[in-house]
């Protein structure tokens, strides 16, 4: 089956740090990946997206590039910020091998904390 | 734009005791999913609908948990009887198609004693 494997947490870094999360995934087809972010007392939203290997998702800084040899989709930031400071969860989609169901597989979430 | 309801929010049973919660996707979304997150770890999706009809419920424990749909708007999940195990945060999430992206409520946290 399809399963996603995070760096644990937390991580904790100093403000303008250089960010990296390793996410590395197992699928048996060609799956799209996401990494959602939930930050403290609100609700999981998506950060970025990749829906085919070499595709590159970015927003807000961040971004990850689909690996398909490595079968990896590592979350960067050059500079971090303390209000980057919240949970990440990579994630993958693979409906073309599940009949149309799209449901994501979460990892387990990396607790990212940005110190002053 | 409303966002995705969900209540309660929280809610404490005791064990093999009912339990119902609902959702309220955003406005012409399609599709519905459910989603448990116990703590520590990533959400687990339980179901997913399309419309009112069910596309993957593969994960969803069938001799305690039941979804339904009616209308293709809103839905209800629920455990009956409830176990220990099952305390977690249940998440709604709704979106307009396949890999589009998924709003996610704010969940109902369920605590079973």
């Known amino acids: 089956g399809n399963s996603v494997t995070q760096m644990e947490g937390p991580v904790t870094l100093s403000e303008e740090a250089f960010l990296t999360i390793n996410c590395t995934y197992t699928?048996?087809?060609?799956?799209?990946l996401f990494w959602y972010v939930q930050y403290p007392g609100e609700g999981l939203q998506l950060l970025l997206k990749a829906t085919k290997a070499d595709d590159k998702g970015s927003n807000k800084g961040f971004e990850a590039t689909y690996r398909k040899e490595t079968t990896s989709f590592h979350l960067e930031k050059g500079s971090v910020q303390v209000s980057d400071s919240a949970v990440y969860f990579c994630a993958l989609s693979d409906p073309y091998s599940g009949g149309g169901a799209d449901g994501l597989t979460f990892g387990k979430g990396t607790h990212l904390i940005i110190q002053p | 734009e409303a966002g995705v309801a969900q209540s309660p929010r929280y809610k404490i049973i005791e064990k093999r005791q009912s339990v119902a919660f609902w959702c309220n996707p955003i406005?012409?979304?399609?599709?519905l999913y459910w989603y448990q997150q116990i703590l520590g770890q990533g959400p687990k999706l339980l179901i997913q609908f399309q419309n009112n009809g069910v596309v993957d419920d593969s994960q969803l424990p069938k001799d305690r948990f039941s979804a339904e749909r009616l209308k293709g708007v809103d839905s209800t999940l629920k455990i009956q009887p409830a176990k220990l195990e099952d305390s977690a945060v249940y998440l709604c999430?709704?979106?307009?198609?396949?890999?589009?992206?998924?709003?996610f409520g704010p969940g109902t946290r369920l605590t079973v004693l």
């Open positions: 406005s012409g979304h399609a599709t």
């Open positions: 999430a709704s979106s307009t198609g396949t890999l589009n992206e998924q709003f």
């Open positions: 699928a048996t087809g060609y799956p799209s």
